[in-house]
């Protein structure tokens, strides 16, 4: 049995407001909570197993999630009552797992949408007998990432965490957040108290000659950490850029879930989803937007690459370019917010208040 871990109790600090009342894992991205789409993809590779590493706001996930059955997957929940880190939060979750020393665990960073083929990493990992394999990807510009440089065979040589200096980009390959592991190396990670796998557990396994090896993808990744990232994976995956079997629709221009209220005259493009209970009005424009459930959108507003929170409002004629609007939020008519603006939940901002926010 194929079993994984799936990190996803960080507080999602940057993605503020979004994350304030839900983990960062459970934000909607194509009409479903993000982690949807991440077991989906697991389940598609023969992933039968799955441990969510929670903390932040961990009472959330089994409301939704339950079991896993109705998803295709069982899902056990472990709890950290202080965050452990990348490293510490896998050994906690190691004593839910079944699989014996020599087999592998996959282990997922609950933030990542990628192409990736699962189960062609696991094909490599066992036809290279190496006790880490980590999934690589190749970015323009490495320097907010962990740079992992590897040899003619793939065998990792280094590990660089966030270089500060030019001689230390030394590899476009950046760790991007998939590894599988030989379940007795997990083992080996120490516990109570927080450990990062980066910075720690792989430099600590390379100086005692374990055989790390990096596999190189060109399929798509991206790391959704801030609010533009997130809201670009739920437009790419509406629109079938990167597939996932947990869209609830065909790919297309635009994803109305049930219960939404689209006026005639409006238009919808570039990935947009629209929430249950959400309504936009005649003469509005969205594009590769997301409207959370129950959120308005009023006639004649222009809402492009933005997230609209729960239940908020978008008053007539206002234009939002890469906002987000927190939950319950009220943003009068005639108002301009752009360039990452962030209104926080709760706010209310009267008509024509302002003409240009950005963060």
Not at 226 to 234: H, K
Not at 296 to 309: C, I
């Amino acid at each position: 049995m194929t079993e994984a871990v799936l990190l996803v109790g960080g507080k999602g600090t940057r993605l503020q407001p979004l994350t304030i009342h839900t983990p960062k894992p459970m934000v909607p991205a194509a009409g479903v909570p993000f982690l949807a789409h991440q077991l989906a993809r697991a389940r598609a590779a023969g992933v039968q197993h799955v441990v969510l590493a929670t903390s932040y706001l961990a009472e959330v996930f089994e409301p939704y999630f339950g079991d896993g059955s109705a998803h295709g997957i069982r899902l056990t929940y472990v709890h950290e009552d202080e965050p452990l880190g990348t490293g510490g939060a896998i050994r906690h979750a190691a004593a839910a797992l079944t699989a014996r020393p020599g087999e592998p665990v996959l282990v997922f960073n609950g933030d990542i949408l990628t192409g990736l083929d699962i189960r062609d990493l696991l094909l490599r990992h066992e036809r290279a007998q190496a006790d880490v394999t980590l999934h690589l990807t190749r970015v323009a510009d490495p320097r907010a990432f962990g740079l992992v440089p590897t040899d003619a065979d793939g065998r990792v040589l280094a590990f660089t965490e966030k270089p500060r200096r030019p001689e230390e980009i030394v590899t476009d390959q950046i760790n991007a957040g998939c590894y599988v592991f030989r379940r007795e190396i997990i083992d080996t990670i120490p516990t109570g108290r927080p450990v990062s796998v980066e910075r720690e557990t792989f430099p600590a396994l390379l100086a005692g000659r374990a055989l790390l090896h990096g596999v190189v993808d060109s399929s798509y990744w991206l790391d959704l950490g801030r609010p533009a990232s997130f809201v670009q994976a739920s437009a790419d995956l509406v629109r079938g850029i990167v597939r996932s079997p947990a869209v609830p629709g065909e790919p297309g221009e635009y994803l109305v879930l049930p219960g939404a209220h689209v006026e005639s005259g409006a238009r919808l493009t570039g990935g947009t989803v629209v929430g249950t209970g959400a309504h936009v009005a005649a003469d509005a424009e969205i594009e590769g937007s997301v409207v959370l459930d129950g959120a308005r959108v009023e006639a004649g507003a222009r809402v492009r690459a933005s997230m609209v929170g729960t239940g908020a409002r978008v008053g007539p004629r206002t234009v939002l370019d890469g906002a987000v609007i927190g939950d319950h939020s009220e943003i009068g008519a005639d108002n301009e917010l752009r360039e990452g603006a962030r209104i926080w939940c709760g706010t209310a901002i009267p008509d024509a208040a302002i003409r240009f926010s950005a963060v």
